[in-house]
T-cell receptor, first 111, second 110 residues
């Protein structure tokens, strides 16, 4: 069974802190990678795609290490509103067929 | 207005009952999915459909069936509900790798 592993947390950080999450995946043939955000009892929403060259969107930076089969998400200057569960998601093949979701990492940002 | 809607949003039913969860989308996407989410287990794929004539089993399809009535509609049925099907169910569409989720249906089987 293809696996996507994440530390469940929770990560408790103060406002303004920098926090990083890692995710490992088992299938070396995986093609595309994403981070989703899920608020409590709500639907997941795409936070960002993860490109081979790494990508940044405001306070969020995602990186991919294919050799070690892990993906990272860095959040700088944490806000209270960043409190959520962050899901690492991997597409196993080409054509965006089906996705494998990690169980998520919970982030709690406190004042 | 929501692009992916699910009905009902909450449902309590009894063991052995048949129940249908409905999903509609206005995004015009061909690909639709049904997932369940249990605490601590993450999202698990039940069924998916790449167009009206294409239905595929996911990793946990036993005890479930689906119907793709139109591009915009994808229904999930539990023919005889059992308590371990108590979960949060999400419908989703996808386009170019991004998945768009409905708000979820919280199902409790007593």
């Amino acid at each position: 069974r293809k696996e996507v592993e994440q530390d469940p947390g929770p990560f408790n950080v103060p406002e303004g802190a920098t926090v990083a999450f890692n995710c490992t995946y088992s299938n070396s043939a995986s093609q595309s990678f994403f981070w989703y955000r899920q608020d409590c009892r709500k639907e997941p929403k795409l936070l960002m795609s993860v490109y081979s060259s790494g990508n940044e969107d405001g306070r969020f930076t995602a990186q991919l290490n294919r050799a070690s089969q892990y993906i990272s998400l860095l959040i700088r200057d944490s806000k209270l509103s960043d409190s959520a569960t962050y899901l690492c998601v991997v597409n196993e093949g080409s054509g965006y067929s089906t996705l494998t979701f990690g169980k998520g990492t919970m982030l709690l940002v406190s004042p | 207005d929501a692009d992916v809607t699910q009905t009902p949003r909450n449902r309590i039913t009894k063991t052995g009952k048949r129940i249908m969860l409905e999903c509609s989308q206005t995004k015009g996407h061909d690909r639709m999915y049904w997932y369940r989410q249990d605490p601590g287990l993450g999202l698990q794929l039940i069924y998916y459909s790449f167009d009206v004539k294409d239905i595929n089993k996911g990793e946990i399809s036993d005890g479930y069936s689906v119907s793709r009535q139109a591009q915009a509609k994808f229904s999930l049925s539990l023919e005889s509900a059992i308590p371990n099907q108590t979960a949060l169910y999400f419908c989703a569409t996808s386009y170019q790798g991004e998945q768009f989720f409905g708000p979820g249906t919280r199902l409790t089987v007593l």
